[in-house]
């Protein structure tokens, strides 16, 4: 059998428009859904978050700084970041709403600790009351010994 012959019957791969756009068709759908989409749902939250805001909220801005909103006029927010001293901030610059942890559940956090913790933290509390605040080191006994932070293997 000839070799133009062979040609003939198989099908041209490179005409076919769909088989080579689907692949970036494909990854433009993955993009969508797992990075634009995302992110657009998360913007309107924040949206709906800064605009729900009420003089008295107790709210963390997006540099760190915490305050209570004591008053909104338009696009800004005026902070009391300390006790007479009132701060003004576009609302996009508040992160998050701060919500206040209830007692029992800060109770029941610091009474549930393991008990190495525990042994940790008496003796480190020990130390610091022996060597009245200073922090103890403790080298070793044998003057020749070496510092297993500074071996090389």
Do not use: C
Not at 119 to 145: F, L, M, R, Y
């Amino acid at each position: 059998m000839p070799v133009h012959h062979v040609m003939e019957r198989v099908a041209p791969v490179g005409n076919n428009p769909l088989g080579t756009f689907l692949p970036l068709i494909l990854l433009v759908v993955v993009f969508y859904f797992l990075l634009i989409r995302p992110q657009r749902k998360r913007q309107q939250e924040q949206l709906q978050m800064q605009n729900s805001l009420t003089p008295g909220a107790r709210v963390m801005t997006t540099t760190g700084l915490f305050g209570t909103v004591v008053g909104l006029e338009d696009d800004d927010v005026i902070l009391e970041i300390a006790p007479g001293v009132e701060t003004r901030w576009v609302k996009a610059a508040i992160g998050r709403v701060v919500v206040p942890v209830e007692d029992a559940a800060d109770d029941e956090t610091d009474s549930v600790q393991p008990v190495a913790e525990e042994g940790v933290q008496k003796d480190a509390h020990e130390d610091i009351q022996k060597n009245k605040g200073e922090p103890v080191i403790e080298t070793p006994e044998d003057g020749d010994a070496k510092d297993s932070s500074t071996k090389q293997s």
